[in-house]
């Protein structure tokens, strides 16, 4: 007998909950118990946000009761129209088509790509069905293209991967903050507030970004690097640092192993070379190091701009030494951190929806570890796949000879957010078989053969982790429309036409949650100490948490680090060119971001009628200079072109981007796909794609049309 998730007849009229979006997670208040009357606000007794929401979190009640909301399965039909079909019609035929694919091609010929908006409940599930119903070893994440780079370095350097090892709150506590390659003002707005209390007590801010982002426009110092050099920057850093004689030389003797190697390394990258490979004047260089080893407590962070680069790890790893050398780790208001971005982007890569990972962020390939997993899900560990495919790696496989032939997408647009998107949609076109579980269409469902509608954020219970690695709970609201499941319920449905629903029976997120603690239960990410009771009692539990009567742990670092031996790990990291520099052909870099208003591929914010008003189209930066060679003006219209593809854009002239740059926000797919352009050179040990770096050229110049009636008005 099938288990249904419990169903809430009457939602208390204020639910204490979170955002749907970002990986600040801010606290909400949603007033109401119907989607048509649902208001929200911040939640002031959350200690992150403290009451503050940025315009998305404002309008995400938007989406609930939203009319382009999927209320019924889709199968597509023998003319090719996705046509409304009853649950059981699509369930089986996932399972058909999943047991069909097998039988021909073997267990590895399906695979499964997840989301960093999942809950922790979700994320588990998904990698226990794609190991345990599925066996097949290709199950990856849209995390992969976020955070991952940063989970490489902080795994080598400290022996763990936490964003943030502090809570967000110790940024106020920094005398100087340097920032690179991150955005947060406009990317997670409510942590301004703790930008503003280090600001008014007395600290600094330096920030690294090619561009001038209101958050750079904010510093007391930005370094307006060239894109791809941050790895450069890091080294020539460290370099002055140790010139100057600003290490911490008993941190590093007692604390640490590798410096020696470090230093040989980075003596090679003195003021005048780094200044000509990142285009940072020495003096600059040299104030930045000053700051942070005479301006103390001072804290390091990174963001997408080094991590989404084919040396995102090193990149990481560059400024992890810097922070080391200069003795700043394990202390209140300092460290290094990296600014998640995804809602669970943090919880969604420790249980089980990497490749190469199974829950409480153990290793598949790791006898031990399958061991204790395999116990837990009560299979037989010689039964559990071993490492599959990255997510591009898995995408870019789909349809080929030895790839997979059938692919289920739950909660990512893979369409809009992967690199070099051309490439990838014709690849899913290439699928036998495609299932997409989403709450709204979009690009990656539009090529599907079955749609399945799922509820949203405010129409389920769950955990979530947020930047900071505090658990919190998502909370329910309202009742989800007619028609849609719970992602959970769709795999115990799939998994008993598949002969595993004994392995997915639960009876809430709530159970799933309690056999996901046995299974992180000695991990690196241990949640055994965490219940949903507590986590309501304490407003959120820092994993680790081995036990109940654990307090869990808000920072990291201050006696030991997670290697064997206790101490943090240097590496020797080179700077290195990118997996394509502009060149006579290709003259310029072209970058990719996010506008405050949106969000990832824009599958949501794009339907928020607030939010698609402020940005209704991707604007192309171009500074004043190239504009002037190019002949263009704001508003004109451009053509970009790189290797792999050609786009139109609206081009928005401003100082405020390198002469040598362009920029484009991400959240746009078919014409105005900035992905279209985008490299997918991966790095080496994260498998990250090279987002943030492509060579392109202008070959089009087009004005806006002349409007004769227009004018006469």
């Known amino acids: 007998m099938l288990l249904s998730l419990p169903q ?11 955002c749907p979006y970002c990986a600040f997670q801010c606290g909400t208040l949603l007033n109401g118990s119907t989607a048509a009357s ?35 399965p889709l199968i597509r039909g023998s003319f090719g129209d996705l046509l409304p079909a009853s649950w059981p019609a699509a369930l089986d035929r996932i399972a058909e088509a999943f047991r069909r694919i097998q039988a021909e091609y073997g267990l590895d010929g399906v695979g499964l790509f997840g989301s960093g908006a999942l809950t922790n409940e979700k994320a588990y599930l998904l990698g226990k069905f794609a190991r345990v119903a599925l066996r097949t070893p290709h199950m990856d994440y849209n995390g992969r293209y976020c955070m991952s780079s940063a989970a490489g370095a902080g795994n080598k350097a400290f022996g763990i991967d936490r964003g943030l090892p502090f809570p967000v709150s110790d940024i106020a506590l920094s005398r100087t903050l340097l920032v690179i390659g991150s955005n947060p003002f406009e990317t997670l707005p409510p942590i301004g507030q703790w930008f503003d209390k280090q600001r008014e007590n007395g600290g600094r801010l330096i920030v ?13 110092l930005h370094l307006q690097l060239t894109p791809g050099s941050d790895l450069a920057l ?7 640092a140790i010139e100057e004689k600003f290490i911490n030389a008993d941190f590093i003797r007692e604390r640490t192993n590798g410096f020696d190697a470090v230093r040989r390394t980075v003596l090679q990258y003195y003021p005048a070379r780094v200044e000509q490979l990142t285009g940072v004047p020495e003096s600059t260089l ?25 040396k995102g790890v090193d990149g990481v790893l560059g400024f992890i030494n810097l922070a080391l050398a200069l003795g700043l780790i394990g202390k209140p208001g300092s460290g290094f951190g990296t600014l998640t971005g995804q809602g669970n982007g943090q919880g969604g890569r420790e249980h089980g929806q990497k490749a190469d990972q199974l829950p409480g962020y153990r290793l598949i390939e790791v006898d031990a570890h399958r061991e204790h997993v395999a116990r837990v899900w009560g299979v037989d560990p010689a039964s559990l796949p071993r490492k599959g495919r990255s997510a591009y790696e898995l995408l870019d496989s789909c349809g080929r000879d030895g790839g997979v032939r059938g692919l289920m997408v739950m909660g990512s647009n893979v369409a809009v957010a992967s690199p070099n998107s051309g490439s990838v949609i014709e690849r899913l076109k290439a699928l036998d078989f495609l299932a997409v579980c989403d709450s709204f269409a979009n690009e990656t469902a539009e090529l599907a053969d079955v749609v399945l509608p799922v509820t949203q954020w405010a129409e389920e219970d769950g955990t979530m982790t947020n930047l900071e690695g505090r658990v919190i709970r998502r909370r329910k609201a309202v009742a989800a429309p007619c028609g849609v499941k719970s992602d959970l319920e769709i795999l115990h449905q799939l998994a008993e036409r598949l002969g595993h629903g004994d392995k997915f029976a639960f009876a809430s997120p709530e159970a799933v949650f309690e056999e996901f603690r046995l299974a992180t239960a000695g991990g690196t990410a241990d949640y055994a100490g965490i219940s949903y009771d507590r986590i309501d009692r304490e407003d959120g ?19 030991r680090f997670h290697h064997a031996d206790g101490k943090a790990k240097f590496h020797a990291v080179q700077h290195r060119p990118a997996g394509e520099e502009p060149s006579a052909e290709f003259p310029l870099y072209f970058t990719t971001g996010r506008y405050q208003e949106h969000y990832n591929s824009g599958a949501q914010t794009r339907r928020v009628s607030k939010l698609a ?24 219209f451009v053509t970009v072109e790189s290797r792999r593809a050609k786009v139109e854009f609206t081009v928005e002239v401003t100082a405020g981007i390198r002469p040598d740059t362009l920029f484009a926000p991400f959240h746009w797919g078919g014409r105005h796909a900035a992905n279209l352009l985008t490299n997918a050179a991966l790095d080496p040990t994260s498998r990250m794609p090279e987002f943030k770096l492509a060579a392109v050229r202008v070959i089009g110049v087009r004005a806006p049309e002349f409007n004769a009636a227009e004018a006469i008005a």
């Open 8 to 18: 809430i007849d009457a939602p208390p009229r204020s639910t204490r909950t979170h």
């Open 286 to 310: 040299r104030q930045t190091v000053r700051w942070l080893a005479e301006g103390t407590p001072s804290m390091i962070l990174t963001g997408r701009g080094p991590e989404q680069q084919s």
């Open 38 to 72: 649902m208001q929200i606000e911040g939640d002031a007794e959350f200690p992150v946000n403290a009451g503050r929401l940025c315009v998305k979190g404002w309008s995400a009640g938007e989406l609930l009761g939203h009319p382009d909301r999927l209320l019924t």
């Open 208 to 220: 690294a970004d090619p561009r001038r982002t209101p958050t750079a426009r904010a510093a007391d």
């Open 234 to 240: 890091a080294n020539g850093l460290l370099h002055i």
């Open 541 to 559: 539990v820092f994993w680790p948490c081995p036990s109940e009567d654990h307090p869990g742990t808000p920072r990291l670092f201050a006696e």
């Open 613 to 636: 008003g402020a940005k209704p189209i991707p604007r192309l930066q171009i500074h004043p200079e190239l504009a002037a060679r190019l002949g263009v003006e704001s508003d004109w």
